[in-house]
């Protein structure tokens, strides 16, 4: 059985689709869970979909993945902009790792423009709405398939 690609999802996220719709859309996790699910499929790989509001239980997701998965798509949401244990935990992990972003965090509050995450990502997408997680699974599949 090939390793699945983690996909975790920091605080708040499990309210995606029902508030603040203009900054995040109106879709849902569970939404963007069923389209990670159906792509990861036709990409050849399984998934892992998951959504924590406790920053620990990310970190013990991503520990996770350094033996039972082959990468990350994370979008770490506030623990983005503040959590060096996210980052050490990321560190620790071989695969490709690609962080997502909803909203344009570029254009919104200056805080928001620094990641700790970003210093480990492979890369970064935002502002692609939940597009962004479909475009971060493609790319971790292809790094996947470059590493042979
Ligand atoms: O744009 C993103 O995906 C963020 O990671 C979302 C985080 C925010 O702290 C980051 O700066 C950017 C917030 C996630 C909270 O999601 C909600 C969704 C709907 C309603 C309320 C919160």
Redesign the pocket.
Known sequence: MPKPIYVLN????N??????PEI?GHETLADVERDCVALARELGHGIRFLQSNWEGQIVDWIHEARDQGSGVVI????L??TSVAVLDALNAFEGPVIE????N?HK?ESF?RHSYVSLRADGVI?GLGTEGYRLALRRVASLLAAAG
């Not at 309210?15 to 603040?20: F, H, N, P």
């Not at 979008?75 to 506030?78: G, K, W």
């Not at 997502?100 to 909203?103: L, T």
């Open positions: 920091g605080p708040n996220l309210l995606l689709g029902k508030r603040q995040y979008n770490p949401a506030a983005t902009h997502v972003h909803i909203s965090v919104r928001r935002a």
